[in-house]
């Protein structure tokens, strides 16, 4: 953190409505809730949670977990935005969720970019006109290679990859990408800088983000606790985020899925 960063003021959000109050994108949620469900022994957690039948999918235990922790502000819309940026449901986290990355001489073949230069390099140099798209079918271009530039952020990336995606509706697009958590050490990577600037936090990850708003709400890491925590999805989904988590159950079965989830959770 630098000596510009902004400051993580203890109950600067104690009185905040939270985001649940107020807005939840349920028509998304539950399109990706279903995709999850549909997942069977895809799911991240043991299948003998089935033994629970009204158990939740992980995804939906994240989205409220965060809407009791996000503030809702003057700028609902921003709000939102942010919401789903942080549960990947933006148009952007759905480049990484698609089933491959679309290479930048395909990028260039599709899209209308001037100047090509502005975003990748190309080896041999001026070997491209400064315009796309190109066509790479000319015999000219034979070995031509293209890559990134390094200066060009995640971000920018993403805004022009997702021109490539099929138009179709948020449904269509769920049902052929993956689902957000089997892309989760990437899907992420464009969002913090907006994050923060949103909610005047410094975050770099989801513990990092969870942990200040605890303090700002709370003073301290938020604490979940799940007297009642059958299959174990509440604690393991809070544990995940960042989140001091408590939970416990009469039936022995659950502490054994307890134990043997989290015992996973912690090899991966």
């Known amino acids: 953190m630098t000596g510009d960063a902004p400051q993580i003021v203890p109950f600067a959000l104690k009185d905040a409505p939270a985001l649940i109050e107020h807005?939840?994108?349920?028509?998304?949620?539950?399109?990706?809730?279903?995709?999850?469900q549909m997942a069977v022994h895809g799911k991240t957690l043991t299948a003998l949670g089935s033994y629970w039948k009204g158990r939740k999918p992980l995804i939906l235990n994240k989205a409220c977990i965060l809407g009791c922790l996000l503030p809702a502000t003057d700028d609902l819309a921003l709000d939102l935005e942010i919401f789903e940026q942080l549960m990947a449901m933006d148009d952007a986290s759905f480049v990484a969720r698609w089933k491959r990355r679309a290479k930048p001489k395909?990028?260039?073949?599709?899209?209308?970019?001037?100047?090509i230069d502005a975003f990748f390099t190309v080896d041999p140099p001026g070997s491209?006109?400064?315009?796309?798209?190109?066509?790479?079918?000319?015999?000219?271009?034979?070995?031509?290679?293209?890559?990134?530039?390094?200066d060009v952020s995640e971000l920018m990336r993403r805004r022009l990859e997702v021109q490539l995606l099929p138009e179709l509706t948020y449904r269509e697009w769920v049902?052929?990408?993956r689902r957000p958590e089997e892309v989760m050490d990437t899907v992420h990577d464009h969002i913090w800088d907006a994050v923060n600037a949103h909610l005047g936090t410094h975050a770099g990850s989801f513990p990092e983000l969870v942990e200040e708003l605890g303090i700002l709400r709370f003073g301290h890491r938020p604490r979940?606790?799940?007297?009642?925590?059958?299959?174990?999805?509440?604690?393991?989904?809070?544990?995940?985020?960042?989140?001091?988590?408590?939970?416990?159950?009469?039936?022995?079965?659950?502490?054994?899925?307890?134990?043997?989830?989290?015992?996973?959770?912690?090899?991966?």
């Open 128 to 150: 491209l006109p400064n315009v796309s798209p190109i066509d790479w079918s000319d015999s000219i271009l034979k070995g031509v290679k293209v890559a990134w530039r390094a």
């Open 175 to 177: 049902e052929q990408a």
């Open 224 to 268: 979940v606790a799940d007297t009642f925590c059958g299959s174990g999805q509440i604690p393991f989904e809070a544990a995940r985020l960042g989140c001091d988590v408590y939970a416990s159950d009469l039936n022995p079965i659950a502490c054994m899925l307890g134990s043997d989830n989290h015992r996973n959770e912690n090899l991966r």
């Open 106 to 115: 395909e990028i260039l073949a599709e899209l209308y970019i001037d100047p």
């Open 23 to 36: 807005l939840l994108p349920v028509q998304k949620l539950s399109t990706e809730a279903y995709k999850e």
